[in-house]
């Protein structure tokens, strides 16, 4: 595979979390944080502990994947032991080069090959404007991955934004907005779709296949009126079952967003 330069704007770390995504980090039945958080911990021992032994890491590659395949969500998704905590609350990859003591590129050991690792940039790269990478900045560190290649998400929101307050966002603007307590707000939703298999507006089978979630039950003239607040419901992974639920929803995201 040959990939391009790299972009201007690299978004899969920040000063404060890392997103993993495509090194598999949210395919897991279980993502809860107490999970993650457990998991990440025993491999970035035991990746540190090998101090970069090609042998070590090769045999510590295949005693997680074994260890973690059960709780695997789906098996045709590489999904890298090497992938851990690089900082407190931030996931990285413990074999980059930046870590190496001789700043030597390993990845080649990994589910992907060294090329795939060092050149792949996912859509988020090219799509999201600087106003929506702000947004993604401000989500809490453990949920940046999934919020950053979530785009309807990130497209949803700051339409919500906008339409609420009646103009178009800057970069700048977003720095200035109350993000812990729209989150905390958010965290407490009602009608969240607990299954594993729900990523906001995607459902992920376990044979790799996607679909696309829906609100079916409710009416399709209701859905289209309340464009982009729908899109952001569903790209939360928020399924109410029937209009009144769907109303409360609704009320509770446009109260969060006249917190921000
Ligand atoms: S999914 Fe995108 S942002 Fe996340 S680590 Fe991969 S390339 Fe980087
Ligand atoms: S080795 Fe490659 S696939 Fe594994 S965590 Fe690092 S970048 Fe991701």
Same mark, same amino acid.
């Given at each position: 595979m040959r990939f391009g330069p790299p972009p201007q704007h690299i978004l899969c770390q920040t000063e404060q979390a890392g997103c993993g995504i495509c090194c598999g980090a949210e395919n897991f039945i279980d993502r809860g944080s107490h999970a993650h958080g457990m998991r990440f911990k025993k491999r970035t021992q035991l990746v540190e502990a090998a101090d970069f032994d090609i042998s070590k890491l090769e045999l510590i590659k295949d005693q997680l994947l074994e260890e973690e395949h059960p709780y #695997?969500?789906?098996?045709t998704i590489p999904t890298c032991?090497?992938?851990?905590?690089?900082?407190?609350h931030q996931r990285g990859c413990l074999i980059h080069p930046s870590r190496h003591p001789e700043g030597l590129? #390993?990845? =080649?050991?990994?589910?992907? =090959?060294q090329e795939t690792c060092a050149g792949f940039f996912c859509t988020a790269h090219h799509v999201l404007t600087e106003t929506e990478v702000a947004i993604a900045q401000h989500v809490p560190a453990d949920m940046y991955g999934v919020m950053l290649t979530n785009i309807d998400l990130m497209k949803s929101l700051r339409r919500v934004i906008e339409g609420q307050r009646v103009r178009t966002l800057q970069p700048f603007d977003i720095r200035q907005m109350r993000w812990v307590d729209f989150w905390q707000r958010v965290a407490l939703f009602p009608f969240v779709d607990h299954s594993p298999e729900r990523y906001g507006l995607v459902r992920l089978k376990k044979s790799g296949e996607t679909s696309r979630a829906t609100l079916s039950r409710l009416p399709l003239e209701e859905s289209r009126r309340r464009q982009p607040i729908h899109r952001l419901i569903i790209s939360l992974s928020l399924q109410p079952e029937h209009i009144e639920q769907y109303n409360q929803l609704v009320e509770l995201v446009e109260d969060a967003i006249r917190v921000l």
């Amino acid at each position: 595979m040959r990939f391009g330069p790299p972009p201007q704007h690299i978004l899969c770390q920040t000063e404060q979390a890392g997103c993993g995504i495509c090194c598999g980090a949210e395919n897991f039945i279980d993502r809860g944080s107490h999970a993650h958080g457990m998991r990440f911990k025993k491999r970035t021992q035991l990746v540190e502990a090998a101090d970069f032994d090609i042998s070590k890491l090769e045999l510590i590659k295949d005693q997680l994947l074994e260890e973690e395949h059960p709780y #695997i969500l789906s098996s045709t998704i590489p999904t890298c032991p090497f992938m851990g905590h690089v900082g407190p609350h931030q996931r990285g990859c413990l074999i980059h080069p930046s870590r190496h003591p001789e700043g030597l590129d #390993i990845r =080649d050991i990994s589910v992907h =090959d060294q090329e795939t690792c060092a050149g792949f940039f996912c859509t988020a790269h090219h799509v999201l404007t600087e106003t929506e990478v702000a947004i993604a900045q401000h989500v809490p560190a453990d949920m940046y991955g999934v919020m950053l290649t979530n785009i309807d998400l990130m497209k949803s929101l700051r339409r919500v934004i906008e339409g609420q307050r009646v103009r178009t966002l800057q970069p700048f603007d977003i720095r200035q907005m109350r993000w812990v307590d729209f989150w905390q707000r958010v965290a407490l939703f009602p009608f969240v779709d607990h299954s594993p298999e729900r990523y906001g507006l995607v459902r992920l089978k376990k044979s790799g296949e996607t679909s696309r979630a829906t609100l079916s039950r409710l009416p399709l003239e209701e859905s289209r009126r309340r464009q982009p607040i729908h899109r952001l419901i569903i790209s939360l992974s928020l399924q109410p079952e029937h209009i009144e639920q769907y109303n409360q929803l609704v009320e509770l995201v446009e109260d969060a967003i006249r917190v921000l």
